[in-house]
């Protein structure tokens, strides 16, 4: 076999690499006008810190659902078990002591269980099921927290400064992402979840127990969301908020989505938020150092969500999705 | 019924099935597969393949029978995957593919379980094993390839891979031959690729031995070894290719019946009311793997026959004139104005053209009553006269009439249609268009599911509604309905018209 | 093309009838339930004042929740009523000194504008309808944000108020406004034509487009008709608080959602109704009620909201038509 001229082998790997990823292109774009625009705001190490910082919370967030939405279903219900599993440490730490902390990924567990069962067995679609499990931990969270933010004590060692510079909580995430890309694309359980999620009749014909794999991904995902939480619950100082704020709920589903994962499923994954996450949080980012009004930044996501969720929905001509 | 030879790997004997202890959908049928042999078998829809089919590969349980393995008496297979270990394996029409996966990744789909070590996979055995399956069948295709890359036949030829691929990874003995059910392999595929998935068959017969399942009876008679003809849920014919001469008419008749070829009904009242008027002209219709250069005049009370196998254009033609498929090429004009292509089905209702799809569960409502399923394409005559609000005394009798007509069994017209059975579903589905009444009404298998003493209700409906001078176009598996509805018959085959005779000329054919 | 096999007449099982009468039966029983525990709980409940302000609670909510019944029963979900709701209520407050009650009409163009968005995304752009409506939500709550800028404004248009406040009968007129639309909307619902063919959307799409109906047209003027009622909703809700900052969090979607379900209307589609939401949202702003009087926080009732929102939801599903669930 000849061995392909090194000089043309890196572009076309390139231009390969962008036609799996279009949203690269979006993230540079980003990045370039940010920089050209508010240099000494934008290219900061803080500023870089935050991005990070920021990245690691909406990745932690999203990774859970990136896996249910392959099956062509949604999961909402990982803010609610990050603001339950919060309180409950506070509230179980008199008792529990610092065992406290694992309530968060039981809870976590627990939930995916409860919400996979009820979706694959009672056939409730998953968006309303996992938004009514949110909003009803949500209000638990208040009710238990007496409408007052709850701080815990003693866990700084989760986030303690490991690297100097580098966020304890950005390397706690390298881990679980790749944990979830290793499950999506190197198991049965990660072909299976494909198959429901590409052709669900199909996969039934082919023997996989579709039940089983629908329960098992939102478990999984309910999991990750706990684990995540955890890291994120000490990322911000061992406390939770007790009011919903929607918008956490909506970022890690544009993340997703931006991505370039299909809301049909069948395709996109772990390993495709990432590069939605990080683009998200740039803009963002971006928007937050310039002098753009505030609510003008809620206006813009609601618009980015829609135009990407309008883009998946018909794919862009081209791009191969995996 | 059929001898075993000796070379024989399994056979069953007497397999009777009813459902809910009333409908004999098989009764005491016996098949034997020999080694490096393609079997064929054929009925009617409704005849008790899909039903025998499921039995083999351990999705249905039957009420009697017996099953022999190289002449041992075996149990029935409880569930696809012990059928699997005893060599069997089903292709299945449609739906059998997952578009997202890698052909390796497809090929072990559901089998990973020998590729699996705490949970990982063993990627490099799989495409080594999956490269080696492909070149052994000679498909035309690259490991990792998406499965929706792939034309269609050579997704079907992936799955007939990974059928018998199935085979060796989960069976228990060493020399063990598969069986691969075929349900209708070609009825995605156009004209050409046909072809080609059966020479690939064909080569594939020294590995395995095939059940081919179809009611397409020239690819029947040109690519298998034997035959048994089902109907009604009986094994009533067996042809052995290699020492009969069989021909088309001879399976025809053992399908349909031979006595209801010979049936003739009231002939006289179908020739008076064709007028000269046109409503619909077709011109050069094309559509690229489905029809080609269709041209015909359907005039006023007038009702054409589109005569010919499974696949050979007949539905495409229908679904286009319906409005669920756009044409490439031609012209479509329905009275007097020339039509676009891609027009969705409301559009061309209101342009006057009405669409039976054959299929109640698409078409009904079944959690509505039968009221409201009727009138849900009449609610121009139930409104009130001067509000436009529904009038449920109007509706009911309306349905009461139609129920009356067709003779529907029901306890009331208020009865959800989840309730009735399959053959008055039916009714109530075909009767609401016959309230319609449409300038043309398309109707496709309108008497499937019925059986033939209720047909005759049908047939008078269809009549009258011919006499009031609607046009229609028929499709049906049941020759003897084209010589009772049709003025004219057009033969279809491949994609093209070849002849298109009137009423007289087709009962001789047919009668031969 | 798959024939289906020949079937007789099945006769009704027990667990049939059940199935088939619990939405009827069910939402009344709970309702009685319900007012017979408050009842005994604290006499004073069903006294007069007790009454008005339960009927101020359900009035603008039952108008909003007959919108989204439409939108159910077609089979779909409209995540964005609230923030209509509280946008056309925040352009009331804040134009009524300048515009007076022109704000109305301003109000209700602005809600069927962003319903015409929804359902464009939805029937045109193929977007789920969830996420098309959560991305109008927000896009909304974005603009009410910006406009409102966080103050707290006044109404003092006092005929704007007397819309919803003058007593008739010794209730607020709002009441009769929510009564009159919930029977129109009934009546929409059960003898228009238009009526008749969103619940064949609902109950199975195919058989709809087979049937000749529109599928697009209907799918739009649906999302219309749900957010012009969202946005009446809000008129007449800031009519009657009379200034302030709208207090409904996004979460308020489910309370709504759950008077939908409650009164068995199915998330399936094809079922249910305006008349049968009228009952939800009695059983929900009563239960609320009762929960405020017990003393519960506002976190319980969002629990207990949500808890009947997933069970009435369930309980509804009529698991016989539904092959694929997402």
């Avoid at chain 1, 100082?237 to 918008?247: D, E, Q, T």
């Avoid at chain 3, 939500?137 to 707290?152: A, D, M, N, P, R």
Wanted: charge should be positive; charged fraction near 20%; proline fraction near 4%.
């Amino acid at each position: 076999m000849k061995t392909p001229d090194r000089k043309k082998l890196i572009p076309s790997i390139i231009i390969q690499t962008i036609k799996i990823y279009p949203v690269i292109l979006i993230l540079i774009a980003f990045v370039v006008i940010f920089s050209s625009l508010y240099p000494e705001k934008f290219l900061t190490s803080l500023n870089l810190t935050t991005i990070l910082r920021q990245f690691v919370t909406l990745m932690l967030f999203a990774v859970g659902p990136s896996i249910v939405v392959v099956t062509g279903s949604l999961d909402l219900s990982y803010v609610g078990i990050w603001m339950l599993g919060g309180i409950l440490v506070w509230f179980l730490k008199p008792i529990l002591g610092m065992y406290s902390i694992l309530v968060i990924p039981v809870l976590g567990l627990a939930t995916g269980f409860l919400n996979g069962i009820i979706h694959a067995k009672a056939k409730m679609p998953s968006f309303i099921l996992t938004l009514s499990l949110l909003v009803i931990y949500s209000g638990l969270t208040a009710t238990i927290a007496g409408g007052i933010p709850r701080t815990v004590k003693g866990y700084d060692f989760i986030t303690a400064d490991f690297i100097h510079g580098i966020p304890t909580a950005f390397l706690w995430t390298i881990p679980i992402i790749i944990v979830a890309i290793y499950i999506m694309k190197r198991t049965r359980i990660g072909i299976y979840l494909y198959s429901i999620g590409s052709n669900e009749e199909g996969a039934r014909l082919a023997g996989i127990n579709v039940d089983k794999y629908k329960i098992l991904a939102f478990t999984i995902s309910g999991l990750f969301s706990g684990i995540g939480s955890v890291i994120i619950f000490q990322h911000q100082g061992g406390s939770v908020p007790v009011v919903l704020n929607l918008n956490t709920v909506v970022y890690p589903l544009v993340a997703i989505v931006l991505g370039g994962t299909l809301l049909v499923g069948g395709s996109g994954g772990p390993h495709r938020t990432i590069l939605g996450a990080l683009t998200f949080t740039v803009l963002i980012r971006g928007l937050i150092i310039s002098f753009l009004d505030p609510t003008m930044i809620q206006l813009i996501v609601g618009l980015l969500l829609i135009v990407s969720i309008v883009v998946g929905s018909r794919g862009v001509k081209g791009v191969t999705v995996t | 019924m059929v001898m075993a030879m000796n070379d024989s790997i399994m056979e069953i004997k007497g397999v009777s099935k009813t459902f809910d202890g009333i409908v004999h959908a098989l009764d005491d049928v016996s098949i034997a597969i020999n080694k490096n042999e393609i079997v064929g078998v054929v009925g009617e829809n409704g005849a008790g393949k899909s039903t025998l089919m499921k039995i083999l590969v351990g999705v249905y349980s039957p009420d009697n029978g017996e099953w022999y393995y190289r002449g041992k008496k075996i149990p029935f297979p409880k569930n696809p995957k012990e059928a699997v270990k005893r060599g069997i394996s089903i292709v299945y029409q449609e739906k059998g593919v997952v578009p997202c996966l890698k052909v390796y990744q497809f090929l072990f789909l559901g089998h990973e379980d020998k590729y699996v070590r705490l949970s990982r996979l063993n990627i490099n055995k799989m495409k080594k094993y999956a490269r080696d399956i492909l070149e052994e069948f000679h498909v035309k295709c690259n490991i990792e390839n998406f499965m929706y890359e792939l034309p269609l036949s050579t997704q079907k030829m992936v799955e007939i891979a990974r059928a018998i691929l199935g085979v060796r990874l989960e069976h228990e003995e060493d020399d063990i031959t598969s069986v691969i059910i075929l349900d209708e392999p070609t009825a995605p595929l156009t004209i050409e690729e046909r072809r080609e998935l059966f020479g690939e068959i064909l080569d594939m017969k020294k590995n395995a031995s095939f059940i081919f399942v179809s009611h397409i009876i020239p690819e029947v008679m040109e690519f298998t070894d034997r035959v048994h003809v089902l109907r009604d849920g009986k094994m009533i014919a067996h042809y052995d290719l290699s020492k009969e001469k069989v021909t088309e008419e001879d399976f025809f008749k053992a399908i349909v019946g031979k006595e209801s070829v010979e049936y003739i009904y009231k002939q006289a009242e179908i020739k008076e009311f064709v007028s000269e008027e046109t409503v619909l002209t077709v011109k050069n219709l094309t559509k690229r793997g489905c029809y080609y250069d269709i041209s015909f005049d359907l005039h006023k009370g007038e009702c054409i026959g589109i005569f010919g196998p499974t696949g050979s254009g007949k539905s495409e033609i229908i679904n286009t004139i319906a409005g669920l498929m756009n044409f490439e090429n031609g012209s479509l004009v329905v009275k007097g104005k020339e039509v676009k292509a891609n027009e969705p089905p409301h559009v061309r209702l209101t342009r006057g053209i009405g669409y039976f799809s054959g299929e109640t569960g698409k078409e009904l409502f079944l959690n509505w009553p039968i009221t409201k399923n009727i009138s849900i394409v009449n609610i121009k005559k139930i409104l009130r006269k001067f509000i436009p609000v529904l009038n449920f005394t109007a509706e009911k009798k309306m349905a009461e009439r139609i129920v009356k007509q067709l003779r529907i069994k029901t306890p009331s017209v208020n009865a959800e249609c989840y309730a009735l059975s399959g053959g008055s579903k039916q009714k109530v589905s075909v009767g609401k268009w016959f309230e319609r009444s449409p300038a043309i009404l398309l109707l496709e298998d309108p008497t499937i599911g019925i059986d033939v003493g209720a047909r005759d209700d049908i047939y008078e409906t269809t009549l009258e509604t011919k006499k009031k001078g609607i046009s229609m176009i028929l499709i049906s598996d049941d020759p003897k309905e084209y010589s009772i509805l049709c003025d004219k018959i057009m033969f279809i085959k491949h994609g093209r018209i070849q002849k298109v005779i009137n009423n007289e000329k087709f009962k001789q054919e047919v009668t031969k | 093309m798959k024939r289906s096999e020949k079937i007789m007449v099945r006769r009704p099982l027990p667990s049939e009838w059940l199935r088939k009468n619990i939405s009827t039966i069910g939402p009344v029983v709970a309702a009685i339930v319900i007012i017979g525990i408050f009842q005994m709980i604290n006499p004073v409940f069903l006294k007069y004042q007790g009454i008005i302000t339960l009927v101020y609670a359900m009035s603008y909510f039952l108008i909003a929740a007959c919108g989204l019944t439409f939108v159910i029963m077609m089979g779909s979900f409209d995540f964005s009523v609230v923030s209509i709701l509280k946008l056309s209520a925040l352009i009331c407050v804040l134009y009524v000194d300048r515009l007076g009650l022109l704000v109305i009409p301003l109000a209700l163009l602005v809600s069927v504008g962003f319903g015409f968005i929804n359902g464009i995304l939805f029937a045109k752009l193929k977007v789920p309808s969830f996420m098309a409506t959560l991305g109008v939500s927000i896009v909304v709550e974005g603009i009410g944000l910006y406009l409102s800028k966080g103050f707290l404004h006044i109404v003092t248009n006092e005929t704007f108020k007397a819309l919803t406040v003058t007593f008739i009968a010794g209730l607020p007129s709002i009441f009769y406004w929510a009564i009159g639309i919930c029977l129109i909307c009934t009546l929409i619902a059960i003898i228009t034509p238009f009526g008749r063919r969103v619940y064949a959307i609902g109950g199975n799409p195919i058989g709809a487009v087979l049937s000749g109906i529109n599928l697009d047209k209907y799918r739009i003027y649906v999302f219309i008709l749900c957010s012009f009622l969202a946005g009446l909703a809000g008129v007449l809700y800031m009519s009657q608080l009379g200034g302030g900052s709208v207090e409904l969090g996004a979460d308020m979607s489910i309370p709504l959602f759950a008077s939908v379900v409650a009164g068995g209307t199915a998330l399936s589609g094809g079922v249910g109704g305006p008349h049968r939401t009228l009952l939800g949202v009695i059983i929900i702003t009563w239960i609320q009620a009762g929960m405020l009087m017990l003393g519960y926080d506002r976190g319980m009732q969002m629990v207990v909201f949500g808890a009947i929102a997933v069970v009435m939801g369930i309980a509804t599903i009529d698991r016989r038509g539904v092959k694929f669930v997402k």
